[in-house]
């Protein structure tokens, strides 16, 4: 069973190292932004070493296998693993190599938002692995999963650790929003493009997710976004999707002292509402071990391993 | 696909109940304490109804299908979902079935602690789902399994809702403990025996299952009990699995007022501390309908419907 990895930054390059160390399974093809090497029977360990310290976007000049396409390496591979940067433009590159693998009986196990955001309902099914989009050191996506026949009927969380970071600086640690905002970026706390986090299109994205596992198909454009601005103690920044009333937001909201939502810095947490419970889930978001072990997870659920 | 359900008591009735409303799924063979019956093609919906209308131990006694043993139905049965009581002497007679049904390959889907809390890590395995058996409405189970290759250090739960309403009734409204205790055996919050709940057998056999899905196998011997008693406030009924030092127990506790564990009533609360994460989930316990829910989600997965 063999991997196709695409995207070789932090996480992906985690999990490379990751799935040597504690699995038999191996990647036979890796992709950065640059172009791709593959080695039908997988990479050894020295192979996976050299590439490891390749620079970034050198995975194609590593001398590491033979120049490949996604095409090629997906008559050779068994499942894709997706760890590039979202385009939330058009899902793309990764939407159409689902498409493709997913139309070859190939798992998908993925990290990147933006495909599912687009077209979750399209894409969504038994070969599409997504634990790792949405707190993925927190297995939301499985205990979503484990919730049918109860009927979800409202899911209100936070889910972008980086404006969390930023109001929890502001409203428990007195720092004013415009040096908190300075800090973040500064401590790279911010994505690279700052304004996933604070137009809350990040967040929006994993709403779409989490609505689309609960039952409630959207699209990234269907959900409102609001940008993050402190109104007041304690603003927090509030992704609601009600699946009774069909809309879903993002926005600065402030919530009571005793809103069971509260969670400090970089922490996320949601509560889902159904027919028969009412469920507080708060850890860890997305950090780069974090994600690659639920990708690891997956990718064992994904080839028959757990 | 058909089920033999083993038990028939007010989980079993709705089980059945929401299986023939929302699913295409078939009982095919029905237990309660006094015998079986048993139709090769699975009862119709009339007959599944002249069953639901038989008083309790009135399978046998009913008029539909025929006198079948387990035994028999296991030949012609896919899927044993038990809702019998806990035996936590020895298991049985559900242990027994459980063996006989995953050597024949078969799946067994259960709400019953018992077996898991004697023989974890003999039964364990893909072909038995038992998210019925810990915080039912709130699939912990589910989340455990998503989380490796993380590594889980310690888990600590409020597991039993009904020491807890005990407690919250003491600590949060006032009322003396001998009163309460009367209130919760008067509101049949307490189990038919009570000294499940008082002297944390019950939490302790929930502690097993959820160690064992986090990696440390225990039997319920394992786990160090005390009786519940108000120690003052705020004492919550607290289950510990240390898996480092590999100890596990059950006693009252005075929580702080800020340790995120505090729950309310009935609730259910865990704190999972892991190599890389500390997730807090909250949410309902197991009741009637949470129950057959849970084994309703886990029957579909078993025939691979979801």
């Given at each position: 069973?063999?991997?196709?990895?695409?995207?070789?930054?932090?996480?992906?390059?985690?999990?490379?190292?990751?799935?040597?160390?504690?699995?038999?399974?191996?990647?036979?093809?890796?992709?950065?932004?640059?172009?791709?090497?593959?080695?039908?029977?997988?990479?050894?360990?020295?192979?996976?070493?050299?590439?490891?310290?390749?620079?970034?976007?050198?995975?194609?000049?590593?001398?590491?296998?033979?120049?490949?396409?996604?095409?090629?390496?997906?008559?050779?591979?068994?499942?894709?693993?997706d760890?590039?940067?979202?385009?939330?433009?058009?899902?793309?590159?990764?939407?159409?190599?689902?498409?493709?693998?997913?139309?070859?009986?190939?798992?998908v196990v993925t990290a990147n938002k933006?495909p599912l955001?687009?077209?979750f309902?399209?894409i969504a099914?038994?070969?599409l692995y997504y634990k790792a989009t949405v707190?993925?050191?927190?297995?939301?996506v499985?205990?979503?999963?484990?919730?049918?026949?109860?009927?979800?009927?409202?899911?209100?969380?936070?889910?972008?650790?980086?404006?969390?970071?930023?109001?929890?600086?502001?409203?428990?640690?007195?720092?004013?929003?415009?040096?908190?905002?300075?800090?973040?970026?500064?401590?790279?706390?911010?994505?690279?493009?700052?304004?996933?986090?604070?137009?809350?299109?990040?967040?929006?994205?994993?709403?779409?997710i989490?609505?689309?596992t609960?039952?409630?198909?959207?699209?990234?454009?269907?959900?409102?976004?609001?940008?993050?601005?402190?109104?007041?103690?304690?603003?927090?920044?509030?992704?609601?999707?009600?699946?009774?009333?069909?809309?879903?937001?993002?926005?600065?909201?402030?919530?009571?002292?005793?809103?069971?939502?509260?969670?400090?810095?970089?922490?996320?947490?949601?509560?889902?509402?159904?027919?028969?419970?009412?469920?507080?889930?708060?850890?860890?978001?997305?950090?780069?071990?974090?994600?690659?072990?639920a990708?690891?997870?997956d990718?064992?659920?994904?080839?028959?391993?757990?």
């Open positions: 069973m063999s991997v196709l990895l695409f995207g070789f930054g932090g996480v992906g390059r985690t999990y490379a190292e990751l799935l040597y160390e504690r699995t038999d399974l191996r990647i036979a093809a890796v992709f950065d932004s640059r172009g791709g090497a593959g080695s039908k029977d997988g990479f050894t360990r020295s192979e996976i070493r050299r590439l490891l310290e390749a620079p970034r976007g050198g995975v194609a000049t590593s001398g590491v296998g033979r120049a490949v396409t996604p095409d090629e390496a997906l008559d050779f591979c068994h499942v894709v693993v760890v590039s940067p979202p385009n939330y433009e058009t899902g793309e590159p990764s939407l159409t190599l689902y498409r493709k693998a997913l139309s070859r009986g190939l798992a933006a955001a687009l077209a309902s399209e099914g038994k070969r707190m993925a050191g927190t297995p939301l499985d205990l979503l999963k484990g919730l049918p026949p109860q009927t979800v009927l409202r899911v209100r969380g936070i889910l972008n650790g980086s404006t969390n970071y930023i109001l929890t600086r502001v409203y428990k640690d007195g720092v004013p929003f415009e040096a908190a905002l300075e800090e973040a970026r500064r401590l790279g706390v911010l994505e690279p493009d700052p304004r996933l986090d604070l137009e809350g299109v990040d967040a929006a994205a994993k709403l779409v989490i609505a689309g609960a039952g409630m198909p959207l699209r990234l454009a269907d959900v409102t976004r609001k940008p993050l601005a402190p109104l007041g103690p304690v603003t927090r920044y509030v992704a609601l999707a009600d699946l009774v009333e069909r809309r879903a937001s993002v926005e600065p909201v402030r919530l009571p002292p005793d809103d069971p939502l509260h969670v400090d810095y970089t922490m996320n947490a949601v509560e889902i509402t159904t027919d028969a419970n009412a469920i507080i889930v708060k850890g860890k978001g997305a950090g780069r071990l974090e994600t690659a072990y990708l690891l997870n990718t064992l659920r994904a080839v028959g391993r757990l």
